[in-house]
Structures are given as structure tokens and as C-alpha cells.
């Protein structure tokens, strides 16, 4: 299938509703400039994540997997006067770029980037009584996903948005005799999301700008 359309049509909603200042743009060219990887968020997903901020009145924000802050400044600018972001990242040098964006983006009193590997920074932040968060975003490798999601469930309360990028893979999850464990990854994480009754969710496909993917989303239900 042609996906030029998708593309044109990501760059449509971009300029009505999507648009990237010169601190996003910036940002961007931080991760060529540093050699890392052009895997974050598009522009329209970033404003997917501050509507479903919006909706969610969210004031407290965790991330995992924060490479250059991109995600993070969006979902920054989403937060209201007292909000606080608290994102992950295992590399030191992908931190240090995001810290160096973050600050230029004015933010640096609200967001902390912690470094360390998210398996063993996560139990730490429950045994510390950290959280319960309003919404928490999935963006960190994708072997994990399924702990994440479980630690993740810990960290929230009734109502908390928890989403989690990257679980379609181009339509990957469909084969289940992938061998690449990323696929693999989010496969196990779709069947546990779908097995977990203490929540709603679902995935929506994500076209545009960036390969082909899913994002899943899933809120936790309140007691009734
Ligand atoms: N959310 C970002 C993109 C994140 S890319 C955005 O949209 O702008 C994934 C990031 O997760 C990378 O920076 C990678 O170094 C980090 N990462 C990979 N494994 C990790 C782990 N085990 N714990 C924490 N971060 C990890
Ligand atoms: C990859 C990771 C991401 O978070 C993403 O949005 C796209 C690609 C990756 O590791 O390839
Ligand atoms: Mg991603």
C-alpha cells in the first residue's frame, strides 16, 4: 500500500494542529547532532498525548524511555502550574541531551530525568511509596514491556492513563513465530493487557510520519 498518503496527511494535521516550534525543532536536530536514533514521538502523536492529558486532568507524569525529551516536552507543556514529569532513561549521554533540551524548553523544574535502568529503577520508586501517577507513558525497550506494564499498574490508582508506544511493529504482532524479541515483547505485552481486567484499553493504530505502529492505551478502572 502507498504510504505517501499517510505521510501528506500526518503533515495536514500537523500544520492545523500539530506544530513544532524551534525548542521541538531544535530537538530534533539534537539527536542527528549527537548521534542518536530519530525514534521519537511524531508531532501529531506528541499532541495525542497532551489531549489525552487534558482528559485525564493529569498533574504527575511518569516516562520510560526519555532519549533527546522530545515526548517529554510535549507532555511538559501539557502540565498544569504545579505538574511534575519523572522520566527514565538508561543511557547517561541520551540523558544529558534531553536535560540540555528540557532546560531550554524552560522545564527543568518540573521534569527530573533519572538515570538507570528502568527494571531496577521502577521497584525502587514502589518501595519508596513513589507515585500513584496520573499517567504513564511506555516508550523504554520493547522486551519488557509486559513488566513494565505490570509496574506500571503499581504506580497508578483508579483513573490513571497508561500508554505504551510501539506495540504494533508494522503489523508485526501478527506473526507468531517471530523471532525478534522486540515483537516478541509487545506480543506478551498485548495478551496480558487484554487478560487484565483492572483496566480498559485498547490500541490504535498509529500512521504518519513515523513506520507503522500501535499505541496502546489503557485506563485504570475505578472501583464500582
Ligand atoms: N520517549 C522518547 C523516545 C524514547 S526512545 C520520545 O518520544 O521522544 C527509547 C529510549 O529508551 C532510548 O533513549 C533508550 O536509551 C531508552 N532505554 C532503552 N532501554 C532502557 C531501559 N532498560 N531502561 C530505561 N531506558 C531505556
Ligand atoms: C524504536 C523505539 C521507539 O520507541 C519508537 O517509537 C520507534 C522505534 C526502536 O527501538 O526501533
Ligand atoms: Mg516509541
Given at each position: 500500500?502507498?504510504?505517501?498518503?499517510?505521510?501528506?496527511?500526518?503533515?495536514?494535521?500537523?500544520?492545523?494542529?500539530?506544530?513544532?516550534?524551534?525548542?521541538?525543532?531544535?530537538?530534533?536536530?539534537?539527536?542527528?547532532?549527537?548521534?542518536?536514533?530519530?525514534?521519537?514521538?511524531?508531532?501529531?502523536?506528541?499532541?495525542?498525548?497532551?489531549?489525552?492529558?487534558?482528559?485525564?486532568?493529569?498533574?504527575?507524569?511518569?516516562?520510560?524511555?526519555?532519549?533527546?525529551?522530545?515526548?517529554?516536552?510535549?507532555?511538559?507543556?501539557?502540565?498544569?502550574?504545579?505538574?511534575?514529569?519523572?522520566?527514565?532513561?538508561?543511557?547517561?549521554?541520551?540523558?544529558?541531551?534531553?536535560?540540555?533540551?528540557?532546560?531550554?524548553?524552560?522545564?527543568?523544574?518540573?521534569?527530573?530525568?533519572?538515570?538507570?535502568?528502568?527494571?531496577?529503577?521502577?521497584?525502587?520508586?514502589?518501595?519508596?511509596?513513589?507515585?500513584?501517577?496520573?499517567?504513564?507513558?511506555?516508550?523504554?525497550?520493547?522486551?519488557?514491556?509486559?513488566?513494565?506494564?505490570?509496574?506500571?499498574?503499581?504506580?497508578?490508582?483508579?483513573?490513571?492513563?497508561?500508554?505504551?508506544?510501539?506495540?504494533?511493529?508494522?503489523?508485526?504482532?501478527?506473526?507468531?513465530?517471530?523471532?525478534?524479541?522486540?515483537?516478541?515483547?509487545?506480543?506478551?505485552?498485548?495478551?496480558?493487557?487484554?487478560?487484565?481486567?483492572?483496566?480498559?484499553?485498547?490500541?490504535?493504530?498509529?500512521?504518519?510520519?513515523?513506520?507503522?505502529?500501535?499505541m496502546a492505551i489503557a485506563v485504570?478502572?475505578?472501583?464500582?
Amino acid at each position: 500500500m502507498d504510504k505517501d498518503i499517510f505521510k501528506k496527511v500526518d503533515e495536514y494535521i500537523g500544520d492545523l494542529l500539530g506544530q513544532e516550534d524551534e525548542v521541538l525543532k531544535n530537538t530534533i536536530q539534537s539527536l542527528d547532532q549527537a548521534g542518536m536514533p530519530q525514534i521519537s514521538v511524531s508531532a501529531n502523536q506528541g499532541k495525542f498525548l497532551q489531549v489525552l492529558m487534558a482528559l485525564g486532568n493529569v498533574k504527575t507524569v511518569l516516562e520510560l524511555g526519555t532519549l533527546g525529551g522530545y515526548s517529554t516536552i510535549w507532555l511538559a507543556r501539557a502540565l498544569p502550574e504545579d505538574g511534575k514529569i519523572i522520566t527514565l532513561e538508561i543511557d547517561e549521554h541520551h540523558a544529558e541531551v534531553a536535560r540540555r533540551n528540557i532546560a531550554k524548553a524552560g522545564f527543568s523544574d518540573k521534569v527530573k530525568v533519572r538515570v538507570g535502568k528502568a527494571l531496577d529503577l521502577l521497584p525502587q520508586m514502589e518501595a519508596d511509596g513513589e507515585g500513584p501517577f496520573d499517567m504513564i507513558f511506555v516508550d523504554a525497550d520493547k522486551p519488557p514491556y509486559a513488566e513494565y506494564f505490570k509496574h506500571a499498574l503499581a504506580l497508578s490508582r483508579p483513573g490513571t492513563l497508561i500508554i505504551c508506544d510501539n506495540v504494533i511493529r508494522e503489523g508485526k504482532v501478527l506473526d507468531a513465530e517471530s523471532t525478534d524479541e522486540r515483537v516478541q515483547g509487545v506480543q506478551r505485552f498485548n495478551q496480558l493487557l487484554a487478560n487484565t481486567l483492572q483496566v480498559t484499553a485498547t490500541i490504535l493504530q498509529t500512521v504518519g510520519a513515523k513506520d507503522y505502529d500501535g499505541m496502546a492505551i489503557a485506563v485504570v478502572n475505578r472501583a464500582n
